[in-house]
C-alpha cells in the first residue's frame, strides 16, 4: 500500500496533517484518522482508505502551509471569521509575554510565509523588548513583518537599525585632517 498511496499520517484535532514541516487542511470529518499523503509532481495527494475504496479527499500545493476555511464548519475554532483574518491567542505564558508585546502582526506574517524556529525568534523578541522596552520591539517586529525577514538574527539587525546611534562631534576630511592612512611607516 505504501508504494501506491505513499506514507501514513493522522489528521489532528485541527483538521490538519504535517508533511515536510508544512500543515495541511483535510475535511474535518477526519479529525483523528489515517489518511495517506504523497508528492505528485508540486502537488501533495491526501487519500483515505474506505471500505469501499481508496478516495483522494484534499490536494494542495508543495511548500507552502494550505489551511482552507471550506473543510471547516462554521462553529470549529479553526475557521476564521473573515478571510484572512487571524487573531493570534496565547497558549502558553511564553506566547503570552510574546503577544504582550504588540499585536501579534509579526507571527501571522512568519505563519504565512512558513518561518522556522518561530519558538526560539518569539523568546528572542521577549528577551529584546525587556532591554529595549516593548514598543522599539513591537516596531521592529512590525518592520520584519513588512519586509518578510524572518530568518534568524533578523529582528536584531532591524532593532540595531532603528536604535539612534551616539550623538557626538561629526568628524569630516580636510586639508589638514584626511581619513587615509600615512605613508610614513
Known amino acids: 500500500m505504501t508504494v501506491a498511496f505513499g506514507q501514513t499520517r493522522r489528521v489532528g484535532w485541527d483538521a490538519t496533517i ?8 483535510v475535511p474535518h470529518q477526519h479529525v483523528d484518522e489515517w489518511v495517506w499523503v504523497r508528492w505528485a509532481g508540486d502537488e501533495l495527494v491526501v487519500t483515505i482508505n474506505e471500505p469501499a475504496g481508496a ?3 484534499a490536494r494542495h500545493s508543495r511548500g507552502r502551509p494550505s489551511v482552507i476555511d471550506a473543510r471547516y464548519p462554521p462553529d470549529h475554532p479553526g475557521r476564521r471569521a473573515v478571510p484572512g483574518d487571524r487573531t493570534p491567542r496565547a497558549a502558553n505564558p511564553a506566547e503570552e509575554a510574546f503577544l504582550a508585546i504588540g499585536d501579534g502582526a509579526w507571527l501571522i506574517e512568519a505563519a ?4 522556522s524556529r518561530v519558538r526560539s525568534k ?6 529584546f523588548a525587556k532591554l529595549h522596552g516593548s514598543a522599539a520591539v513591537d516596531q521592529a517586529l512590525g ?15 532591524i532593532l540595531a537599525h532603528q536604535q539612534p546611534g551616539p550623538t557626538g562631534p561629526t568628524t569630516r576630511a580636510s586639508e589638514t585632517h584626511g581619513l587615509q592612512p600615512g605613508t610614513a611607516g
Open 143 to 157: 518592520t520584519a513583518a513588512l519586509a518578510g525577514r524572518f530568518a534568524d538574527r533578523d529582528l536584531a539587525s
Open 122 to 127: 518569539m523568546a528572542e523578541a521577549v528577551t
Open 18 to 25: 504535517s508533511v515536510d514541516g508544512a500543515h495541511y487542511s
Open 112 to 115: 504565512a510565509t512558513g518561518a
Open 55 to 57: 478516495r483522494e479527499i
